[in-house]
């Protein structure tokens, strides 16, 4: 079995009674998200000498919301079952040997809280839930008891070690019972004392209560009649301690025989590094115990602050404690510890084994009371993995939780020798990037836009950036500064700024030396320079070339684009990808071959990796930029984005993907050939990192919590999970922790979401839906992670951050049916109201006050008359008259217009009392204060379009001032249009445009700024382009595309149209381009599209496309002839075997003449190509474009492209009669189907565009000609071609005749053309049957293979495999030489170098002989035949290293091979040339087998 990759693995979960053990042999596990981690310790661990002897061994996956409780099973002989429970309602039983459920049952209804596996009944597992209930299962009987004796909720439960039948249960009030589940449930003992959460119960590991010298009768606090009654003393009741601890920060020892409490311990207040603890503060808490099985005087309690404490328990009046790891600094927990569980390892150490909330799992010797070892752990997602440049072997890890991990990956002490740096972070780490110079200098980024510098030398807190992007940091990149940083002296600036690409898609250059000045938006610098006039696209990577010359850019319309220093010039733009690109990735600049360091590699949203050579673009240095359409290789096989690349900084050409499928692919870039498959991760990849040490090693992080460490080496598959294996990982990718909504009291229903948790392990909040899917980060996919609560929360809370998608919630709502109670009620038919009722309402009364008190007896009437005439007819009025009519305030109706406006002020306080503001308003209104009345409904919110209506009479101030104020409050109730519409009334039309953007409303805020703007004000261009912008990001590009053109800018309207790749976009947006004048963009717009068309065999359509640009002519004719040739291909097919259907043009149908004629028929009847002037046009045109050489990955249909481009320029240029191009065209045509092995497109192009040889093309050329090279390689393909087809048809199945071999029996046959149909080596050995022999066209073909015997050439080839040979041994020794000191620190027995030694080979390469293996070579050697190949390749003539020939040696192979098999056919004089040939250069590694079999 091979073994496990090394994991940085996810934290523990928090708040959980019970959620780690460890079993006796060395097995120890614990509860991390979905699932449980197991490490093993001790000597079995296969640690590396030195290194602290522990192991991640593997997880239990299954579960799939969090795991709340595991227990191993502690009974001999079955040491390998544990039982986890979970929020998904479970309790699962597995086998940790094969990591396999045993059993299971979902007999919950509720969240599990708690879970004990019994000491003392080997198949007994009892769990407890939030509602009280018990469960108690038997695994071999597979029966079960239900318990209810408590409607409380269980923090906790363990087993009697001494007692089967006896189980003590705390709960969140802080009362702890005793139960006998053989009677029942029976309540032997309640235990009252704490007054807070029960977190630990811990069994005195002795029976009985001699143990401790405890005085009962003094240290008793309840009364020795328990619940009410006297209990008779039992067995069950007899002698036993039991230990609880609570959130109230006691530890409380009982006495089982007596029924209470006999020991209170208090846990202390520890002073900190950070100075003292507060005791009237109440601090976070977490009592975890541990009774030592050995020391039953003394217990083990957790504190405040993540110390452990040893209490010795030997004297009751005392409480006398000793602090683990008082000697070494820093080794306890900084934060407060959840799970203690013992450990006896296989050489008798007792360890102790505590998890904690500062993420750390950490192993106590109880010997010394120190801590051995820690194994870190990971709290989010691992969004960025950074190795340094100077200190080698020191990997950056930016996580989700709000702290950076520096991993001394080289740590031959310490395998997990893990620095976390958390200060001024305090949010998600998204982007790291080390200093390439400086020591300890690591630059990070933050989700919410912070960017800073970290020193990982010292303790001090990080520089933060002034500037913030608005959005998350997604990559940061050094590089050298760029105006107007770069303008100061040597002294003034630093000699790299850190470039930050935030999710806003603005990319800053800061000032490391300045970090609290402002950073520059490089944006301006390339707008100017490069007089941009359209939009600048969104950027969402940046990537420095190795040598600081050159920027790369990525953008989110799949765009990168090349910028030169200093001042930013755009020298190509690489229109490859079509969705957001991720990743960008410069080959390294130190391999053995200096102009890799041109690579680009490239990876987006689509799945697709492109690798671009843009070496001829650096060194030609283009005056205007250009358009690359074309990649240099293309690496498909992912199934999702890719997110993350690295190139192999120990092999040329060798890159590393991390993608959405859940897997990381190792490709072999230069032959686009996937090489090793990882698929450890249970999640999507975000980042990836190769080992600068070792070639073999790599590290990924993913959404699953984890970093791996694994070895290309060890992978048991090669390529990507394609169907039903790619369903396979998506479906374990979602088994991962999901969120779970709070659940709703419904009697009669139970809902199968859980309940949710806002506060755990990690609080971090899930991305908005609306933020764009930008770098592989978003895509509506969030994660809940680090902030901490203020105060614990119950342990029924989700404890762990959880993964949560969209589509998986939607698929948990959708299993929930609710039919309301109101919706089911059918509708009746409405009844006929009684007239009576039918009657119009009377009319709210606007004095209701005064109508009601002129209602009162007729003594209190009588009483108004008298007061009212007192205050008429009085000269003065008395203060008992004046005291009578303000209590009277009706009677205001009746005398001055002062008492009138005192009862309408009464009668107005009564409307806004009993809920009529609008009485209240025409009441003012009565009274003439129209101003007061506008006021007083503005304070209150209640302003109406009635007011307002009437506010000009008030003045044309107060109307402007009402209309605003009503706009304004109308704003608060969400009525944004008809705001706007107010401020217009008034004129404010700037302000209703900018509200109604403000709240996207965008369509209404153009209609009115177009109605009431000029056409040239900025503001409507503005809203266009922030509107297209919004649209863009949505995808909705045919409205952004309107909204771009109604900005008039085109341009970005065509390049919007074209984001969505289909062909009918595509030729809109040519279209567009085209009207708009924009020429360069139309034609490449146009040329995508035919390509598309093109892929779905429409060739009709294409040539459509092609049409639309006069630049296209020449790819109108690629096309033509591509056409042709296909239909050609497929004419020659059998039925049975040929694809779909293809739309062909009617020109393409015919079959009369040559293919070379149909095509010249073509050119000239439907694109008007006769004259040599229209030839020599339409290859200038294509002359220009320049396709990347074949591999043999590359694919069928773009490998046609490419030979007919070739083609066509062949044909051109002789019809041009420009013999001298037509022979070099014609000759590339041919290598590229050499190269990528498709034998049989190599002598189609032979039979169709040279059917009788090229005799004539040599008298075309003359002999002096200087493509004579070409040409000699030209006829040695073709004499190769035929050489092959003379083979086959010997070695063909009857050998039947055909041209090449006469049979007295047979006709004339075709002729063979797979290779595939070739015959073995041993086959081709046999002579001809009777009756056979070659014919005289095969005997003038072999009389002319001695062209293909050519000595310069084989020499040339000779050496060029020689220095590939010694560059791969020396790659080799390297490898083997930094294995070998890997393997002093690591190796642990023979069986640890078994997978090294498997991992020295690796599939592309193929073993070495037995005698170089016996008979190693020195590097001196190596290096003077490398030398000595290079001098010779040196010396041969340009026109010879020029033009590729066949392969030499082969040819003589197989024409000694036909010699053999057909004697005298062949002339002895070349059979002795071939031999001597292979014996002078056939020493390499390749040829040294055949040359053995042919000697023998």
């Known amino acids: 079995m091979k073994p496990e990759p090394r994991t940085l693995p996810p934290s523990p979960n928090w708040y959980c009674a019970r959620c780690s053990d460890a079993a006796p042999g060395g097995i120890f596990g614990f509860a991390a998200r979905t699932s449980v981690f197991l490490v093993r310790v001790g000597p079995g661990a296969g640690a590396s000498p030195g290194a602290p002897p522990f192991r991640v061994v593997g997880e239990l996956v299954g579960h799939t919301e969090r795991v709340s409780g595991f227990t191993f099973s502690h009974h001999p002989g079955q040491y390998n079952l544990c039982a986890t429970s979970s929020d998904d309602g479970t309790v699962k039983i597995w086998d940790v040997e094969t990591k396999a459920v045993v059993t299971e049952h979902a007999l919950h209804q509720h969240t599990i809280s708690a879970l004990h596996w019994s000491p003392t009944v080997k198949d007994l597992i009892v769990s407890g839930d939030e509602k009280g209930v018990v469960f108690c299962y038997w695994l071999n009987r597979s029966d079960s008891q239900h318990l209810f004796t408590e409607p409380r909720a269980i923090f906790c439960l363990t087993c009697s070690p001494h007692h089967e039948n006896l189980v003590a249960i705390g709960y969140k009030d802080g009362i702890v019972i005793i139960i006998d589940i053989s009677k029942k449930g029976e309540v032997v003992h309640r235990l009252r004392g704490h007054d807070d959460e029960i977190h630990s119960i811990a069994w005195c590991p002795l029976s009985g209560e001699d143990c401790l010298s405890i005085n009962q009768e003094e240290n008793s606090e309840e009364p020795d009649i328990p619940n009410g009654k006297l209990i008779a003393e039992t067995p069950i009741t007899k002698g036993c301690y039991l230990a609880t601890g609570s959130k109230d920060q006691t530890i409380r020892i009982w ?34 115990l541990h009774w030592p099985k050995n020391q039953p005087t003394q217990l083990v309690s957790s504190c405040f602050g993540g110390e452990l404490l040893l209490w010795d328990l030997t004297q009751s009046w005392r409480r006398k404690y000793t602090l683990f790891s008082t000697s070494a600094e820093g080794h306890n927990h900084s934060r407060i510890v959840f799970n203690l569980c013992p450990l006896k390892t296989e050489d008798g150490k007792q360890l102790l084994l505590s998890t904690s909330m500062d993420r750390d799992v950490k192993c106590w010797d109880m010997a010394t009371l120190e801590c051995c070892w820690t194994l870190p752990s990971l709290g989010g997602f691992a969004y960025s993995l950074a190795f340094s440049p100077v200190d080698v072997g020191s990997l950056a890890i930016g996580v989700g939780d709000g702290m950076i991990r520096v991993w001394n990956t080289l740590s031959i002490k310490n395998n997990y020798d893990v620095k976390n740096f958390w200060q001024g972070v305090k949010s998600k780490v ?14 990070f980024g933050t989700d919410d836009g912070k960017v800073g510098l970290y020193d990982t030398c010292s303790n001090k807190p990080p520089q933060i950036s002034s500037t913030y992007h608005k959005k998350t940091v997604y990559r940061l990149a050094w590089g050298p500064p760029v105006p107007p940083m770069s303008l100061g002296g040597e002294g003034d600036r630093p000699s790299l700024t850190l470039y930050s690409c935030g999710g806003e898609g603005i990319v800053l250059q800061h000032n490391p030396w300045k970090l609290s000045g402002e950073a520059f938006d490089i944006n301006k610098l390339m707008r100017d320079t490069n007089s941009i006039r359209y939009k600048l696209p969104v950027h969402t990577e940046i990537s420095w070339k190795g040598d600081g010359k050159v920027m790369a850019l990525g953008n989110e319309d799949g765009s990168i684009e090349i910028f030169q220093v200093p001042n930013l010039k755009l020298l190509c733009t690489i229109q490859q990808h079509h969705k957001l690109v991720n990743a960008i990735v410069w080959h390294h600049e130190h391999g053995s071959r200096p102009e890799l360091s041109c690579l680009l590699a490239s990876g987006s949203n689509n799945a697709v990796i492109y690798v671009h050579n843009l070496k001829a673009v650096l060194e030609s240095n283009p005056e205007s930029p250009i358009t690359i359409t074309e990649p240099y290789r293309t690496l498909s096989g992912h199934t999702a984005k890719v997110t993350s690349l690295a190139w ?28 090793f498959n990882f698929r450890g991760h249970r999640g999507r990849l975000l980042c990836v990192a190769w080992s600068p040490v070792d070639p073999e090693c790599i590290y990924s992080g993913a959404d699953d919590f984890c970093v791996y460490r694994w070895l290309t080496s060890m992978q048991d598959h090669s390529r990507p999970p394609q169907g039903k294996k790619c369903i396979e990982l998506e479906k374990k990718r979602l088994s991962q922790f999901k969120p779970k909504l709070k659940k709703k009291k419904k009697p009669t229903l139970r809902l199968p979401i859980k309940q949710d948790s806002s506060i755990g392990n990690e609080d971090e909040s899930v991305r908005e839906n609306l933020a764009p899917v930008e770098n592989g980060l978003s895509d509506q996919d969030g994660e809940e992670e680090a902030q901490e609560p203020e105060l614990p929360p119950s342990p029924v809370v989700c404890g ?4 949560c998608t969209a589509v998986s919630l939607g698929l948990e709502k959708s299993k929930v049916t609710v039919t309301s109670k109101v919706a089911s009620l059918k509708k009746e038919p409405p009844k006929e109201k009684p007239e009576a009722l039918l009657k119009k309402r009377k009319a709210r009364s606007m004095l209701p006050l005064s109508t009601s008190l002129d209602h009162r007896s007729k003594e209190e009437l009588h009483r108004d008359c008298l007061v009212l005439a007192t205050a008429t007819h009085a000269r003065e009025l008395h203060e008992d008259v004046s005291a009578d009519l303000e209590e009277r305030f009706h009677l205001g109706l009746f005398t001055d217009r002062a008492a009138l406006y005192r009862m309408m002020e009464t009668e107005g306080k009564g409307h806004l009392e009993s809920g009529h503001p609008e009485l209240f308003h025409q009441l003012m209104l009565w009274k003439g204060d129209l101003k007061g009345v506008l006021q007083a409904a503005a304070e209150r919110g209640e302003l109406t379009d009635s007011l307002v209506a009437v506010a000009p009479v008030a003045g044309y101030s107060v109307w402007l001032w009402a209309v605003e104020a009503f706009a304004k409050q109308l704003c608060f109730q969400d009525q944004y249009v008809k705001a706007a519409s107010y401020l217009l009334s008034i004129h404010r039309v700037y302000e209703a445009v900018e509200l109604l953007r403000s709240n996207h409303l965008y369509r209404e805020a153009i209609a009115v700024a177009k109605a009431r703007l000029r056409p040239e004000d900025p503001v409507l261009k ?7 912008s919004i649209l863009e990001r949505d995808g909705h590009y045919a409205i952004a595309a309107k909204c771009y053109l109604g900005a008039t800018s085109a341009y970005d309207a065509a390049k919007v149209l074209a984001r969505k790749g289909d062909a009918a976009s595509l030729r809109t947006a040519a279209e567009l381009a085209a009207i708009a004048g924009e020429s360069e963009l139309a034609a490449s717009l146009a040329l995508r599209c035919a390509q598309e068309l093109l892929l779905l065999k429409n060739w009709v359509g294409a040539q459509e496309a092609l049409g639309l640009h006069e630049s296209l002519q020449g790819q109108r004719l690629v096309f033509c002839l591509l056409e042709l040739l296909c239909r050609h291909l497929e004419e020659k097919q059998p039925p049975e075997v040929r694809g779909p259907s293809s739309i062909y043009h009617q020109w393409a149908t015919g079959s009369e003449g040559t293919l070379v004629q149909r095509v010249t028929g073509v050119w000239r009847s439907a694109f008007s190509v006769d004259t040599p002037e229209q030839c020599r046009a339409a290859l200038q045109k294509l002359q220009d474009v320049k396709y990347p050489s074949a ?13 007919c481009h070739d083609l066509t320029l062949a044909m051109l240029s002789q019809q041009a009669a420009s013999w001298e191009e037509a022979v070099p065209a014609l000759l590339q045509a041919v290598v590229r189907s050499y190269t990528s092995g498709n034998f049989t497109l190599m002598q189609e192009i032979y039979s169709a565009f040279l059917p009788g040889g090229c005799d004539h093309l040599r008298d075309k050329l003359g002999d002096l000609s200087p493509t004579m090279a070409a040409f000699k390689s030209l006829e040695a393909f073709f004499i190769y071609g035929q050489l092959y087809e003379v083979w086959w048809s010997l070695c063909g199945p009857g050998s039947e005749s055909s041209i090449w071999v006469w049979s007295a029996e047979s006709t004339v046959s075709d002729k063979q053309s797979k290779p595939g149909d070739s015959a073995s080596a041993e086959d081709m050995e046999q002579p001809l049957g009777p009756g056979l022999r070659l014919s005289a066209e095969s005997e003038r073909l072999l009389s002319a293979c001695k062209e293909l015997f050519s000595e310069r050439h084989a020499s040339l080839q000779t050496s060029q495999r020689t220095v590939a040979e010694v560059q791969e041994t020396l790659a080799e020794m390297i490898r083997q030489h930094q294995k070998s000191q890997l393997c002093k620190a690591t190796a642990n027995g023979p069986n640890r170098d078994e997978p090294s030694q498997q991992a020295e080979r690796a599939p592309s390469q193929p073993p070495s002989p037995t005698e170089e293996r016996n008979a190693p070579v020195s590097l001196p050697e190596l290096t003077r035949r490398l030398t000595e190949a290079n001098e010779r390749i040196a010396e041969f003539p340009e026109s010879v290293k020029a033009w590729p020939f066949p392969d030499v040696l082969e040819c003589c192979l197989v024409l000694l091979h036909i010699g053999s098999q057909c004697p005298g056919a062949v002339n002895p004089e070349m059979q002795q040339q071939a031999q001597k040939l292979l014996q002078k250069y056939g020493h390499t590694r390749a040829y040294r087998r055949h040359c053995q079999i042919r000697h023998t």
């Open 648 to 675: 192999s900084p120990h092999h040329d050409g060798r890159l590393v993907s991390a993608c959405y499928d859940g897997t990381a692919q190792v490709w072999d870039a230069l032959r686009e050939e996937p090489l």
């Open 430 to 443: 998204t982007a790291l990037c080390w200093h390439p110079n400086k020591e300890g200098c690591l630059a």
């Open 1191 to 1203: 591999t043999s990955n590359t694919p069928f249909r773009q490998l046609l492209l490419h030979v």
């Open 800 to 803: 762990e951050p959880v993964s």
């Open 1022 to 1028: 503005d809203l266009y382009l922030s509107w297209g």
């Open 255 to 288: 006495s089982c025989s007596r029924g209470r409490g006999v020991m209170v311990l208090k846990l202390p207040f520890l002073k900190r590094r950070s100075g003292g603890v507060d005791p009237t503060v109440k601090e976070r808490l977490w009592l975890t």
